[in-house]
């Protein structure tokens, strides 16, 4: 595990995140913007982005400007953190390969097994009454076809 005092963290975090938002909002920059009554697809990227940038180097500079504090800790590497960022990456690999079903089910089995120390049948119950509701959600309440990928 590693130990970095508490302002070079975050102002690493930070500045991971300004990164994130700059390579999104260049990549979202070039898909059509559509009309004011018509949205394109970017849109609601290109203004996140601009929202995460923003927030990062406010943060930043908060960190800065600031009189020193008493130094505290970040420990990076905890089992939590390292679970949630091994998982989000397999959704994104997986996620056109094996559809939403399969992806998003393997996804909350990983997350609600870790956190909740629930038993198996618990947690495979919960996810898919989870599928359900957002296939339900999606599917026919806004009418957003999700990937089938090796189901479809």
Do not use: K, Q
Not at 6 to 27: D, F, N
Not at 129 to 140: P, Q, S, T
């Amino acid at each position: 595990m590693i130990a970095l005092e508490s302002r070079i963290g975050e102002t690493v975090v930070c500045a991971v995140l300004l990164a994130i938002a700059i390579g999104t909002g260049l990549a979202s920059a070039g898909m059509p913007m559509g009309s004011y009554n018509l949205p394109g697809p970017g849109v609601f990227p290109l203004a996140l982005s601009v929202l995460l940038g923003a927030g990062a180097v406010l943060r930043i500079a908060w960190l800065h400007l600031r009189p020193a504090e008493e130094a505290g800790e970040i420990r990076l590497g905890h089992r939590n953190i390292v679970i949630v960022c091994v998982a989000l990456a397999g959704v994104a690999v997986a996620l056109d390969r094996a559809g939403f079903l399969i992806t998003a089910g393997v996804f909350l089995v990983v997350l609600y097994r870790a956190f909740s120390g629930a038993t198996w049948w618990r947690v495979v119950v919960s996810a898919a009454a989870a599928l359900a509701g957002f296939h339900l959600f999606f599917e026919r309440f806004i009418g957003v076809t999700l990937p089938m990928g090796m189901l479809g």
